[in-house]
């Protein structure tokens, strides 16, 4: 089968940061299902993962290291043990980071962790939005208990890199489920524009200092230490934040204590990685999601098509969002 992966973290300017490879399609045990990847996306994990990793950049990885944790195919296969998927299911997934990802023709991901195809999406619509949609969703319903029926409607959030992945689809969340006013972060006209386009009530400039009434949530999609000392005057006393980017600083929780604040961290391959009891939570979130995109609540979030799956396109991919400025999704389709 057809894959793109990589032996030597390299610079994505050089070609050999990400290569066309040619390796044995793998087969399905246990609970895990074979599916033929149609459609996939990138992520910032896959940058981080590829780039270089400082005094070891000599590493030279035996075996192919396949990135790319948002797919959408269709099971070609089953493991003896699967229970909720059948061969030609169209399905779309994030997959496990301690797995081999999904830049590849054939890939293996347990099935507790896939959720159907919504319908009405085509694979490259499918594909921009499993792995940001549940980031954003477990940090939101599941660690910072909003209310995904709308409990603390007109309750206000403010979501720093609104325009993002992650950001695209929390003010979809935050708007059409929790019902709350949304504060959006973005500092270009493009990115203030689709924000808005997606619900956002009002947008904040994140390139100059943030000039807002507190909030009752922040989700912060970007950099925590560069906000980390601005967030407590930022969130009402009582509040809540939500983290999904690990800190590369101590951080000093003693700011937040005066007004209670409380923070929630979402990794979103805890569950996976962790084979948590509830790992299937993810399987039943996708395809909550899905229905609610069948019936039009949430729409995709993909922006751009870069073409065919293949190195020269992925590293074009792994380019831009490098440069932190994409809005939305970029998807790959076919090979
Ligand atoms: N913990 C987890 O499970 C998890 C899951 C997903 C992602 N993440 C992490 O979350 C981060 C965001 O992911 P993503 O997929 O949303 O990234 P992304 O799509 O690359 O985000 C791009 C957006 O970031 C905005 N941005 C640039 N500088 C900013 C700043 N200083 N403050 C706020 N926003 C800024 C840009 O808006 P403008 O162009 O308007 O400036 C742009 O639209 C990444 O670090 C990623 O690794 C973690």
């Known amino acids: 089968m ?25 087969v399905a045990t246990g609970r895990d299902l074979l599916v033929e990847v149609k459609a996939i996306s990138v992520n910032p994990v896959d940058t981080k993962r590829r780039s270089p990793k400082g ?3 000599d590493l030279v990885e035996k075996t192919a290291k396949i990135l790319g944790w948002d797919a959408a195919g269709v099971v070609t296969a089953t493991g003896p043990d ?27 991901v347990d099935e507790r962790i896939v959720g159907r195809k919504p319908a009405n999406l085509s694979f490259a ?26 409990a603390q409607a007109g309750r206000t959030v403010l979501i720093l890199g609104g325009a993002g992945g992650v950001g695209s689809i929390a003010i979809q969340l935050a708007k059409k489920l929790a019902r709350l006013k949304v504060i959006a972060s ?13 619900g956002a009530d009002q947008t904040v400039d994140h390139s100059k200092p943030l000039e807002i009434p507190e909030v ?34 101590a951080v000093d929780l003693a700011i937040l204590h005066d007004k209670s604040i409380a923070v929630c961290l979402e ?52 380019e831009m969002l490098e440069q932190g400025h994409v809005i939305g ?3 790959l389709e076919g090979w």
């Open 2 to 26: 057809k894959a793109v992966g990589l032996y030597r973290y390299l610079p994505i300017d050089n070609p050999e940061s990400l290569l066309d490879l040619e390796l044995d399609t793998p």
């Open 55 to 57: 005094p070891a950049t």
């Open 82 to 108: 699967c229970k909720l998927f059948k061969p030609g299911d169209a399905v779309y997934y994030a997959g496990s980071v301690i797995r081999q990802g999904a830049n590849c023709q054939f890939h293996l």
């Open 125 to 150: 619509e499918a594909a921009a939005l499993p792995l940001t949609t549940l980031t954003a969703w477990e940090l939101m319903f599941d660690r910072m208990a909003i209310s995904k029926a709308g």
């Open 186 to 198: 973005a500092s270009r006209p493009e990115s203030i524009a689709w924000c808005k386009g997606l």
């Open 216 to 249: 009752d949530f922040v989700l912060c999609f970007s950099a925590t230490d560069f906000y980390w000392n601005q967030l407590p005057r930022l969130v009402k006393p009582q509040g809540k934040i939500g983290l999904i980017v690990r800190t590369v600083k």
């Open 267 to 318: 990794g979103m391959f805890t569950r996976s990685t962790f084979q948590a009891p509830d790992m299937a939570a993810q399987h039943a979130l996708l395809d909550e999601a899905a229905g609610l995109i069948e019936a039009g609540v949430l729409k995709t979030t993909l922006t751009q098509n870069l073409g065919k799956i293949d190195a020269a396109n992925l590293r074009r991919a792994h």
């Open 329 to 331: 999704k970029l998807v």
